[in-house]
């Protein structure tokens, strides 16, 4: 089992940048795939990025591509989210997720592990 907790959340006027932490613990950390997401007030939970267990692997919603950058160092357990030239749409409670498998998840069902989550809020 692991757990996450991200931080790195807070308010940004729009074209700032942000960079949210997810530090895990528990089993090795390299095992897991690991994911962000996020979910807006009224909205479902959606895939922002994805990375694989070695970091070799990355995928990106086509709304962040280009802007947020996702990373991971296996030696500090830790997984980032670099996010540039933010808007207002992307406002949203931001969560760290992992998933016991080598290959990216894209959708919320295919991990196993969560954080408590972390509030973006981007001001026009």
């Known amino acids: 089992q692991v757990q996450l907790v991200e931080s790195g959340g807070g308010l940004v006027q729009a074209g700032g940048s942000l960079r949210l932490s997810c530090a895990a613990s528990?089993?090795?950390?390299?095992?897991?795939?690991m994911g962000w997401f996020r979910q807006a007030p009224g909205k479902e939970r959606e895939f922002v990025a994805a990375?694989?267990?070695?970091?070799?692997?990355?995928s990106y919603a086509d709304v962040v591509k280009g802007r947020f950058t996702i990373s991971r160092d296996n030696a500090k357990n830790t997984v980032l989210l670099q996010m540039n030239s933010l808007k207002p749409e992307d406002t949203a409670v931001y969560y760290c997720?992992?998933?016991?498998?080598?290959?990216?998840?894209?959708?919320?069902?295919?991990?196993?592990?969560w954080g408590q989550g972390t509030q973006v809020t981007v001001s026009s």
């Open positions: 997720a992992a998933r016991g498998n080598s290959g990216l998840g894209l959708s919320d069902h295919q991990y196993n592990y």
């Open positions: 990375m694989s267990r070695t970091g070799s692997t990355t």
């Open positions: 528990g089993r090795t950390f390299s095992s897991y795939a």
